[in-house]
């Protein structure tokens, strides 16, 4: 059974910093794809990053790109959200995912394209 459990949300102040982490349990290895969305009251669950686990290729969206950094721990079946320069925006739930899929030897950004999803850690950026 897979499990995924994220860690190391919490409250800080804009401009600030926060590490996600996300192991991955049940499984022989991560991936091919483990992507991070995000869910803010009353919106949709979005994409943040994904990372392709086989090469390390990383993808984020235009609103976090320059910001966030994906990774991985293979060693640890880890993977891991570096977020800086945190913005009130950034507030939402983060979600960890895994997707035994790759399209067109890429991530996919859709929540549609994982198949397995942690609970969510809260992140929360005062102004």
């Known amino acids: 059974q897979v499990q995924l459990v994220e860690s190391g949300g919490g409250s800080v102040q804009a401009g600030g910093s926060l590490r996600l982490s996300c192991p991955a349990s049940g499984v022989t290895y991560l991936g091919p794809c483990m992507g991070w969305f995000r869910q803010a009251p009353g919106k949709e669950r979005e994409w943040v990053a994904a990372?392709?686990?086989?090469?390390?290729?990383?993808d984020y969206s235009d609103s976090v790109k320059g910001r966030f950094i994906i990774s991985q721990d293979n060693a640890k079946n880890t993977i891991y959200l570096q977020m800086n320069s945190l913005k009130p925006e950034d507030t939402a739930m983060y979600y960890c995912a895994l997707s035994i899929n790759t399209y067109s030897g890429r991530c996919g950004r859709a929540r549609m394209n994982y198949h397995y999803w942690g609970q969510g850690t809260q992140v929360t950026v005062s102004s």
């Open positions: 990372i392709l686990t086989i090469g390390g290729i990383t």
